[in-house]
């Protein structure tokens, strides 16, 4: 286009290096002239203004053709493959202070052009233009249009950065260094490290490769800092300039394209482009080549946009943090992008991504498929109690200073806030954030019309909705629930109901509700962020992830349409309760299932519940009478802090019956009420004689008494095949005796010792008893096998080994352990019974001819055990054998007793 030689002078404008020619890019209305001939051939300078002469870069024409042409960045021709540094550009085309201008070709500041189209050397020059595009000699003028920068700065969402003009959290100096540490570590090397004493450590990678994978999910329930972490995340990248982009995802926001997907990548783009400088010309041209690509689909942004024009960055420490990724709307948004993330930025792609979610189900489900294997390393953000102790001290101490400062007169206890008060508060937030961050925007405020101290002492003694400054935690609350579709309201307030005032397993509420199996995860499953309940095939309650949840539930005020504590809907669960605590085990389906009635809760929910609502006493009580037997001896075992509410209502509505529970409470209690260290006298064991001469049961529970480590009397009744009338029968008798014991602190279990001396013809008590309960051992685990009994009771199963160790070698034993199947734990669960499987070989081997089938069985199952328990990471507890002799020691608790004969029988035996 240009005249060989001919020199130009162009004002405003971007000129690249394109195949030998000239392609200028216009950003100013500036006209173009030539310059003197006399100026370095080759070379040409753009003249941007006044200000800008001095900053001027010269590069050499290259020899790129035009259709593969893509210049990110001024190349050398001597490396064709490498982009010189990025300082070579100057600061209008991206965003960058270049370096001082070529000092070989010189400014001419005050050179005005001949008006008869020559130069004053006789050169001739070009045509003047207003701006322009100047590609392989022809002239492409768009003016007035934009650049493809300024499109693409059009179709971003600026709202959703994280330093945008409304303040986002950020973490506390004092709170989250640690985490903030690994993360930036984990941005800028690429490279994890564990940390064993951090109480918030939950990471995990889904892969078997030793390489770090450039995607990390960071979950959480609400309100546990997220957007904090991912703000000050940002700030550190962004002071190491290493910060690719954000983008802050928020739900229900003023600017609607906040929570828009379709924004998501061309917002990360523009942001690429200007602090990635080498990459702001591949970006505009991208944008310029098809202005239509801002508003097509993500795909195509995503690699047009980001990923093809940063393919070949030098140094990869480039990260995007996404944060609220569960916060963006439209239905199949969030597994789109995480389809489209995983597909384009493979391990090896030098872009990092960390993303920022609740753990909700559609994000859970996307990252569980197979193409995510080890494309992802996970990090849970659990209850970090510590950081947000650290940060109510560090908050208060600001508000105690600011107003200190404000007001000469303001007064504050010592020490303010108390160590009491700030327990309180931090066991309120559960270990997260919100509730703490709340409560000290509501203190601090400096407007309010009440001293900081007066404020902290309402939040301490008086939660009512009037005063809680709760409000920001009712929002995200509300919007969390409102999110779920109408239709499923009445079934999710029922189950919410059950979680206030109970702990339990999912199908527990499933058959207290009547509701269909697989119905409470469904109900939940939107609610992942609120409440956590176990994973299927895992063992756990539902429970709330903040105790501030259940507080709002229960006030109407608060919680608007989904208040759970309506007088006749409580007294509906009270009934559904009192029923399910009536069952008789006459379901084998059920009894294979998580039986509900066992848990402490279950007397404080239910005594809360019947003091909420105003029945008829008569009608309940009759209903209480009916509880199992057995649910109430394991319910009056727990504190009295735990039964004080039912046992209270009990006592005022119904006596009869407070006076037969007070009488199960004394034998729920047996053996731990009868400790002490006086002899008992003879006159005591004759009265225990004669009662097993009226009652043999008794003699069965005293012997459990002795060999037992944690006597349950209902186990009791379970190992030795008793019904429960034979129990009761035989604890009444045994009553008045105990509370003898009791009232006088006699040694009960040398009591038991003498009687069982006296009563027993030979010293051979010991193995007898020990024969007794190992049967009983493997008769309850195949009654739970069959569904007869609930297999609830599978841990009174737990010293099945010590029982069979106790006993002499004997074939039928033997041939009863062939058919005996061991507990079968799950992988999560921290029972064991590798002491068992160890004493079990010990018997074996006492043999004469030990079975070697049995011995590898067992020996089999020993392993396996505990590399189970080595992956939850619990060793052994103590020696095995040490176990076992502390057990021997601990029987031996009267000098009445015979051991050492009964010893050498066993040896006698043996031999």
Request: overall charge negative; hydrophobic content about 35%.
């Amino acid at each position: 286009m240009f005249s060989n030689g001919t020199q130009t002078q162009i004002r405003g404008g971007t000129f690249y290096s394109a195949s030998g020619n000239i392609h200028i890019q216009h950003n100013h209305h500036s006209p173009i002239t030539t310059l003197p001939s006399h100026a370095t051939p080759g070379r040409c300078s753009i003249d941007w203004n006044t200000e800008e002469r001095r900053r001027l870069t010269y590069g050499p024409v290259s020899s790129q053709s035009t259709a593969d042409y893509s210049p990110p960045r001024l190349r050398d021709t001597s490396q064709p493959h490498r982009y010189l540094p990025s300082s070579a550009a100057p600061e209008g085309v991206f965003g960058h202070t270049p370096s001082t201008h070529n000092r070989d070709t010189p400014f001419n500041s005050n050179y005005v052009p001949p008006r008869d189209g020559q130069d004053q050397h006789g050169g001739h020059r070009t045509t003047i233009h207003s701006g322009g595009t100047y590609i392989n000699g022809n002239v492409h003028h768009h003016f007035p249009g934009k650049s493809g920068f300024d499109t693409l700065h059009e179709a971003a969402q600026t709202a959703a950065l994280h330093d945008d003009a409304e303040s986002r959290p950020s973490c506390d100096t004092k709170t989250r260094r640690e985490l903030l540490d690994q993360l930036e570590l984990w941005c800028l090397r690429g490279r994890w490290e564990e940390n064993a004493d951090s109480e918030e450590e939950d990471s995990r990678m889904d892969t078997d490769s030793a390489a770090e994978p450039n995607i990390l999910w960071l979950y959480g329930p609400a309100g546990a800092g997220k957007t904090a972490i991912m703000t000050s995340l940002a700030q550190r990248l962004r002071d190491k300039n290493r910060l690719g982009g954000t983008f802050f995802f928020r739900r229900n926001h003023h600017s609607k394209g906040i929570s828009d997907a379709r924004t998501l990548f061309t917002t990360l783009a523009l942001q690429l482009a200007i602090n990635v400088p080498e990459l702001k010309v591949p970006i505009s041209l991208a944008v310029e080549k098809d202005p239509t690509i801002v508003t097509r689909s993500m795909e195509l942004q995503l690699r047009h946009l980001v990923v093809e024009p940063s393919r070949d960055l030098d140094d990869p420490s480039w990260t995007f943090l996404i944060d609220g990724l569960d916060e963006c709307a439209g239905e199949g948004s969030q597994e789109e992008v995480l389809r489209l993330i995983g597909e384009f930025i493979p391990r090896f792609h030098p872009l990092r991504f960390v993303i920022a979610s609740r753990p909700e189900i559609q994000i859970r489900t996307a990252l569980e498929q197979p193409a995510w294997r080890g494309a992802y390393r996970a990090y849970n953000l659990l209850p970090a109690t510590q950081e947000v102790k650290t940060y109510l001290y560090s908050a208060f101490a600001r508000i105690r200073q600011d107003w200190s400062s404000r007001y000469q007169d303001v007064e504050f206890p010592d020490p303010w806030p108390s160590v009491e008060d700030i327990e309180h508060l931090v066991w309120k937030s559960s270990g997260y954030f919100i509730y703490a961050n709340t409560i000290v925007k509501y203190v601090g405020d400096i407007s309010s019309s009440h001293w900081p101290a007066e404020l902290l002492s309402i939040i301490i003694n008086d939660s009512s909705s009037k005063h809680a400054p709760y409000s920001p935690l009712d929002q995200l609350y509300f919007d969390i629930l409102r999110a779920t579709p109408r239709p499923r309201h009445e079934r999710l307030i029922d189950i919410l109901r059950v979680v206030c005032y109970f702990d339990m397993t999912p199908s527990q509420i499933e058959n207290i509700l009547q509701a269909r199996k697989g119905d409470v995860a469904l109900s939940l499953s939107g609610f992942r962020s609120l409440i956590d309940w176990p994973e299927h095939g895992t063992e756990g309650t539902v429970e709330a992830h903040h105790a501030t949840f259940p507080d709002f539930l229960c006030d109407e005020a608060r919680s608007a349409e989904f208040f759970v504590g309506h007088p006749g809907d409580l007294q509906h669960l009270a009934c559904l309760i009192i029923e399910e605590l009536g069952y008789r085990y006459q379901d084998k389906a059920k009894n294979r299932s998580d039986l509900f009635g066992f848990d402490h809760d279950t007397m404080k929910g239910l005594g809360y519940l019947l003091s909420k609502i105003q029945v008829d006493d008569d009608e309940i009580g009759r209903r209480l009478a009916q509880i199992n037997p057995d649910f109430i001896l394991c319910l009056l075992r727990w504190s009295d802090k735990d039964q004080g509410p039912l046992m209270d209502w009990v006592e005022k509505h119904a006596k009869g019956l407070y006076n037969q529970w007070q009488n199960y409470k004394t034998m729920a209690m047996y053996p731990t009420q009868t400790s002490g260290s006086n002899e008992p006298p003879s006159s005591v064991v004759v009265e225990v004689m004669l009662q097993i001469d009226e009652c043999p049961v008794i003699l069965r529970i005293l012997r459990c008494t002795l060999l037992l480590h944690d006597l349950d009397i209902v186990s009791t009744r379970f190992l030795w095949g008793l019904s429960w009338e034979e129990l009761h029968t035989a604890m009444v008798r045994l009553l008045p005796i105990i509370n003898i014991a009791k009232k006088h602190k006699f040694n009960w279990r040398g009591l038991i010792t003498e009687v069982l001396d006296r009563r027993m013809q030979t010293d051979t008590w010991l193995g007898e008893t020990s024969w007794d309960l190992a049967v009983g051992c493997m008769e309850l685990r195949h009654s739970i096998d069959s569904g007869f009994v609930p297999n609830v009771w599978t841990d009174d199963i737990q010293d099945y080994g010590r029982f069979i160790r106790g006993c002499p070698p004997d074939l039928r034993l033997l041939e009863m352990l062939r058919a005996f199947e061991p507990p079968n734990y799950g992988k999560d669960t921290e029972s064991r019974h590798d002491h068992e499987c160890y004493d079990i070989l010990t018997w074996l081997e006492m043999f004469p001819y030990p079975p070697e089938d049995q011995i590898r069985r067992w020996t089999q199952i020993f392993a396996e055990e505990c590399k189970r328990l080595g992956a939850l990471g619990l060793g052994p507890v103590g020696d095995f054998e040490e176990r076992w002799n502390r057990w021997q020691r601990r029987l031996d608790l009267s000098k009445r007793w015979k051991y050492r004969e009964a010893r050498r029988w066993w040896d006698s035996e043996r031999r």
